[in-house]
């Protein structure tokens, strides 16, 4: 068979999305104006913006983790966050090692366990490494460091974690980049796929100078899912500021421009994560030369969607025409939406008790 040898090769741009709409309501591409494809555009957006309260996108689903900070219990969400599916709190175990700063600094104060000490580099590109010692290698799991910014301000650091199997030869990890940091604020990173081996460090790059509070280098975690309240709940608590080693309780806040997770009770150990797992919104519409962030069996549902809308914006529709349109698209979007599951295993556990005065 002389077949392409290829999936999912072919490249449907914006507008082509919108030049098919066109001739779906009946008319020619060549007879939009300048306004009626941005509006078209904007009709696109508006659709993929809706599509999350029909249900989960599978392929928007994102996972970020934070460093717990003592006596803080109100934590943003990513923009673009709609709902949480998974709450988590984490707690690692922090191996015994020998640290190293490759530029001076008071190395001991990245592994003191007091945040109020650090240590800061005296030249640039910089880094700081840990020794597990011999027949000792270390599975690093995450991957944490607490910045120290002069003045409790914000800079942008390029940071990279490494790893060495001889202490002299290095791997790289993750490499972050160009990243904001604030003060005091951990920048957590989870390792995946991760490494057995003795040597870790992270490093700085592009004449960044690294200065630490604590770097974090954890393994063995151990997670715990967390309840999840409604509003009533958490308004109806006595006590909101009480705090505790472990919160257990949230209040996912839907408010505007990132939601918000509170927590209950307020943490107070600086060293354990939370792990959110949550449903986002579709990349936004870019350049009509791009591409949209969806699957491709998701492309002739939201084609079809697309021109019922566009059928709306062109002058002299036929209301028949859009009556039709409107039709595909439903059919379309529930033929999608039939198949967006993840076809997991179902377990139902009917607890029936006895309520007695």
Known sequence: MDTSGTVGLTRISIMDLIDDGARRAGKLSEELTVQQ?????RALYYLLSDLVNIGIQYWCIDKEVYGLKAEQYVYDLPVGAVDTLNVLYRTMNRPSGNYTSSA???VANVYDGNIDTFCLQTSANGNISVNYGTNNPIYAGSI???PYVAG????TWNIIFEYSIDGSTWSTLDDLGSTAVTDNQWIWTDIDPGQ???YYRVRVYTGTILALRELYIGNNSLEVQMARLNRDDYTNLPNKNFTANQPYQFWLNRTIPNAQITLWPTPSDPFVQMVVWYSRQIQDVGQLSGELEIPQRWYLAVQSML???MSMLLPQVPGDKIAYLENQAGFYLNRVEQEERDKSPIYFAPNISVYTT
């Open 144 to 146: 944490g460091i607490l």
């Open 307 to 309: 021109a019922h809308q």
């Open 152 to 155: 409790g301000g914000s800079a």
């Open 196 to 198: 057995s081996v003795i």
């Open 104 to 106: 001076g600094g008071t």
């Open 37 to 41: 494809i941005q509006a078209s555009k």
